[in-house]
């Protein structure tokens, strides 16, 4: 089954636009929103027929309803997915990794850095950059990972093209 995981849109809705409208996100069948912002999150679920799993982002306290973890299974795997503020994720995702392993994850999805990550390991950890302010790159990016029983995560990112978002 293939997912799409976007964060830190920070009210540039029409960067998910692009998002969705790329090749890459056809065929996803859910999409998991990182936080920042809520709002944003609810649009994705609104223009989407997909699922959207949602959590609050560090912009989004204390304002919005959200979680600030969401546990997704699908396909065999367990998602733990959150902003990352809370875990420390600027400085190092040890603590993001120990709090999936807890809730017994093999993924770990977060954002909040605007730096994409895709670490395969024993905890796959997974950041989509930021679709809107990326700060590894001139253009945002979100990923699209391929998830099959009893095998590890396919993931690739995906770059907008053009002028990032502001
Ligand atoms: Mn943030």
């Known amino acids: 089954m293939k997912i799409g995981i976007v964060s830190d849109s920070h009210g540039n809705t029409g960067a998910l636009d692009a ?3 790329h090749p890459a996100a056809d065929g996803v069948s859910c999409w998991l929103f990182a936080g920042d912002i ?9 223009v989407t027929r997909q699922t959207v799993i949602r959590v609050a982002g560090n912009n989004d306290w204390p304002y919005s309803s959200l979680q600030d973890v969401e546990i997704a299974e699908i396909e065999g795997h367990r998602i733990f997915l959150t902003h990352g503020h809370l875990f420390g994720v600027s400085f190092s995702t040890a603590a993001l990794q120990e709090a999936a392993r807890a809730e017994g994850a093999d993924l770990a999805v977060y954002g909040h850095t605007h730096v994409a990550d895709c670490s395969p390991g024993e905890i796959t950890v997974l ?3 930021s679709i809107a ?12 990972v391929s998830l099959m029983p009893d095998q590890q995560p396919e993931c690739r990112l995906i770059r907008l093209s053009g002028a990032k978002g502001c």
């Not at 809520?38 to 609104?46: I, K």
């Not at 302010?133 to 699209?144: E, H, Q």
């Open 19 to 21: 998002m969705l409208a």
């Open 38 to 46: 809520a709002g944003d999150g609810e649009y994705l679920s609104m």
């Open 127 to 129: 950041n989509p950059g």
């Open 133 to 144: 302010r990326p700060r590894d790159s001139a253009r945002g990016s979100f990923l699209i």
